[in-house]
């Protein structure tokens, strides 16, 4: 066989070849735009020349902080087919970590949004490395700004020619990188070769993963500095999907508005975003969404009650689960063909079950004596993986790497249980599983128990120390608006009652007014412990 | 991204992981036969066993003389999965070519079906390399035989160890191999590497491709000595497919027993094999066929006629080509999401173009002046294809390589046009196109135009000299046996001088019993021309 290398501009001349009259919409600052493949090609060309022309190489980074919008498309395969790499800046991060990142990747150009550019000029004395800037102007005004030399995209653009050869690349080169939001300590970076890329891609195409078409209209919700919004605009240029980029505005009557208006049939996000709209849809709102064949729901567990309040509405979710390090394809969640018969509410357990292992990777889970577990569904251990899209390391971080990256396989710091069909599901994370007496107790399986509760829109549970049980389970819990006051603590105990063991009864409930969320938009539970850890010291 | 090989392992082990409760069944020479992918994995590792016995290693060819089975599959993975390379044979090759290719391939152990010993028994005396015979023994009786040393494969699998430890295997290895029906000279080998048919499966189960899914109930009836049975087996194991494998007996009230009996949701075979099913069907035979979503069909373009006769009994057909230097899947034919305004003829001419390129390969076409061709659906041009699952020579054969691998591409030999959408039309091989006064004429178009006439079943259309025109058509038409007789060479021309440019109407019209078919069931356009030649000379 050839040894024809897997890169994304296999990709992009695919799309070039067959798929020319499809479209690409763009939610932007200024209003909905909208394309053809065809005009996204041409300005693909005139990026490579715009950054040809700032001397970008083969290898050097540049960056972007920029919305879900057909620009940042336009990036995502200019910058790698040029053979540079696109680093995707999670414009979430403290302003510490953005500049720790930035000069940690040592970003050569920086692409940056109209309405970013402050955030980015609050940092500009921190970052080191970077040797242009380049505003996506899309008010077709340059912003004042004192970053320097700074260009107008739109203004290179159209200045650029329309035509550019694309390289062939190895496949193990670089093509984009993106890092993780860390929990303790600096991000760490995980790089993304062509070869992970298009293998990645091809994953996501697969009839029983998520199943990309030509025939989807995809809405990646989740934004595209978040593993590349989880690689689905390289999937979707290369099948020709149309896609649908919501910008900025991602809150629920704004998506359910978009997936009206554009006959949305699938669309990545996390839990909390379909969490805004199945709430907007009780509380009486009216929107056609029946041309959704699937929200995908990744970045942090699903929770049963949220696929019910869904369904309600004939809205079907697929559970996937994956992480910045597996770029992140991992888990689908899809019922095999005999499981028909199912009950739904034995569906419903099902599809709160990361699901099954995608073609392409292998997986093992070591439990605490250093040995696999049976598949029973009860077992629990840690999901370790490898295979092709997998991380090998951290970048620049050889301390780091070798605690994650051990005897060729990832260790994904994720408890699990399989059950005999092969369906994962992850229990907790490692550090965040409750010790008690003894036994564990899955911070996750208790939050989603809390979660089934009525008047309950979120809720965190986290350890506290303990000098009899070594460990205690602690409830901070969220209640919709209309119920605060009504809601005691003692309801929501008593709804445990009925539903979880005795000792998994959390010591303590604490009603607060939100979750503090992490930059991607989980749980926080660092600062939920330190926020807490006093006040139970002082109960104890 | 780790350096994780891409091998039939995955394939295999994801299988074992996943699919153990899902079903193989073989239509053997004793019945039908059962069993669990469970049960499949155990013998898989049993018969790995049997060829370490054997002091199979790394790199060594096991040959396979066998049908469609629950065997043959075993075979399909523990060969490559222990380091080895299947070669199978075409067992309708004469059996100069059947001695010539085991030879040149150097086999070092032949495992072959119980009623094909004869046959093989035939050509012992050629064969050099072999040192060990297996007997695929359904009926539980070594048959008598002079091969030897030879073996019972159930005895052999019997007394084996249930327990192998697959190695990791360079993808770049060599897993198995085929050679191509010569129409001259002697079969040509195409290895295909463990990458490449990892990512041609990857791509047979691509949602707008063939789209194979654990949800299929996949009978492969193109045989599994023709390009792996396109590769289907390999894909189906992945996924976790029901897989019915139909044994030798292939005619059509067989096969629609057979979909009737497993509810075959989807079956690849050539367009021979379906027009067969038209005509039972047209005959008046009832079968429940309503489970299949798909023949697809391949090995040969497929008759707009063809797709006619089987939408009168809600059968669709998928269009699909390849070649066995392409392992084999290039193009499959299923309408853009956007097509769906087309009228039902349009539909049926769509259909009949062999479709669109499948993502992670390339395709350009080059027209007589070395020069890509404009994709108008009028201009016609070589193909040529690059990408990880084209072969880039020949096995040991230098020479011929260098007439079809060029410049990193492969030449196909067939003469296509591209419509403005990227729909591929094979109008002909290159050395079949008749060239009259000046311009071309497509033999397929015309066989494709005679073939809607309801008298007849199967025509082939060859280029004769002629001193004028330099070459004119000459049709050979097997008429139904009903209609010989009745209907004339007259009837034909005048059908055709409705539907064809005039100078594209056959200087002669000469009825056969039957085409001329190669050993994989193409027409022979060779053996057509030597028996005619003489004849059109006398006639000029």
Redesign the interface.
């Known amino acids: 066989?050839?040894?024809?290398p897997?890169t994304l501009k296999?990709?992009l001349?695919?799309n070039r070849?067959?798929f020319g009259?499809?479209e690409v919409v763009s939610r932007n600052l200024t209003g909905d735009f909208r394309y053809t493949y065809r005009d996204f090609y041409q300005r693909v060309c005139k990026l490579a020349n715009v950054l040809t022309s700032l001397d970008i190489k083969k290898g050097d980074k540049v960056a972007t902080l920029a919305w879900n919008t057909h620009r940042h498309l336009e990036l995502y395969f200019a910058v790698p087919c040029c053979g540079a790499v696109l680093h995707t800046l999670n414009l979430r991060l403290s302003r510490e970590h953005l500049a720790y990142i930035i000069n940690h990747a040592e970003d050569k150009v920086i692409v940056v949004d109209e309405d970013l550019v402050p955030l980015l000029e609050s940092i500009r004395d921190q970052i080191s490395t970077v040797k242009h800037f380049i505003v996506l102007d899309d008010t077709g005004n340059m912003p004042y700004t004192g970053l320097e030399p700074v260009y107008s995209y739109e203004q290179s653009l159209a200045k650029a020619p329309d035509h550019y050869d694309f390289p062939d690349i190895d496949e193990w080169s670089p093509a984009a990188m993106c890092y993780t939001s860390a929990t303790t300590g600096n991000p760490k970076g995980v790089?993304?070769?062509h070869?992970?890329l298009f293998?990645h891609a091809?994953?996501l195409?697969?009839?029983?993963s998520m199943?990309?078409?030509?025939?989807d209209i995809l809405m990646p919700v989740v934004p595209m500095f978040h593993v590349n919004a989880w690689g689905t605009p390289f999937a979707a240029v290369?099948?020709?999907s149309t896609l649908i980029m919501p910008g900025k505005k991602l809150d629920p009557p704004s998506l359910c508005q978009l997936i009206e208006q554009e006959k949305v049939t699938a669309s990545p996000g996390v839990p909390t975003i379909w969490m805004g709209i199945a709430q907007l849809l009780e509380s009486g709102a009216q929107y056609q969404l029946s041309s959704l064949r699937a929200l995908v729901s990744g970045g942090a567990p699903l929770p049963e009650a949220l696929i019910r309040k869904l369904d309600k509405f004939n809205i079907p979710v697929m559970h996937a689960y994956g992480m910045t390090e597996t770029?992140p394809l991992v888990l689908v969640s899809?019922p095999?063909?005999?499981m028909n018969s199912l009950s739904v509410e034995e569906k419903y357990r099902l599809g709160s079950r990361q699901g099954?292992?995608v073609?392409?990777l292998?997986?093992k889970v070591i439990g605490e004596n250093g040995q696999e577990i049976p598949w029973d569904g009860k077992q629990i251990g840690e999901l370790w993986l490898?295979?092709?899209?997998?991380?090998?390391e951290y970048y620049k971080e050889p301390e780091t790497s070798r605690e994650t990256f051990v005897d060729?396989w990832?260790r994904t710091g994720d408890i699990v249980n399989v059950d005999e069909?092969?369906y994962v599901l992850i229990v907790d994370r490692a550090k965040d599983l409750i010790k008690s007496g003894g036994e564990w107790i899955s911070s996750v399986d208790l939050e989603n128990t809390i979660m089934g509760h009525d008047a309950v829109v979120e809720t965190a549970v986290i350890a506290i120390p303990h000098e009899k049980w070594q460990e205690r389970p602690l409830a901070c819990v969220v209640l919709k608006e209309s119920e605060i006051e009504k809601v005691s603590k003692q309801d929501i105990l008593d709804f445990l009652r009925e539903r979880v063991a005795k000792w998994w009864i959390p010591d303590e409930i604490i009603f607060v007014n939100q979750i503090p969320k992490t930059s991607t938009g989980k749980f926080s539970k660092r600062i939920i412990r330190e926020m807490y850890r006093n006040r139970e010291l002082q109960q104890q």
């Open positions: 066989m050839m040894e024809y897997l296999n990709l001349m695919r070849q067959l009259k499809k790089v993304y070769t070869r992970g293998l091809m994953a195409t697969n009839a029983d199943g990309l078409s030509e025939k290369w099948v020709g770029t899809n095999k063909s005999y099954l292992l073609p392409g292998e997986m490898r295979g092709p899209w997998i991380a090998k060729g990832m069909e092969g």
